[in-house]
């Protein structure tokens, strides 16, 4: 959403300090270079986080519906102890 304004900061801004007059001023170009320079420092995050969807994706194609034969050896594995309380 804040990409879609960067060619309108001139008139969001003033519709902001009209509306809510701050203490500090208001809305300033360097606020508005602060919020852009933070939106590109998290698309770093974003484009990971659509990496790493995509593996969840692909582990719940393979591991969400486990075959009953899986359940029923993993259970007579001797490598795998079950411990009872």
Not at 9 to 37: C, P, Q
Request: hydrophobic share 45%; aromatic share 16%; glycine share 2%.
């Amino acid at each position: 959403m804040l990409k879609s304004c960067r060619n309108h900061t001139d008139v969001i801004s003033s519709y902001v300090n009209s509306k809510y007059m701050r203490i500090d001023g208001g809305l300033t170009r360097a606020d508005w270079k602060i919020a852009f320079e933070f939106m590109n420092f998290l698309k770093i995050f974003y484009a990971a986080t659509l990496a790493c969807s995509s593996v969840q994706d692909k582990f719940k194609k393979y591991f969400e519906v486990m075959p009953t034969i899986f359940i029923v050896v993993s259970v007579m594995d001797p490598r795998i102890k079950v411990r009872v309380f």
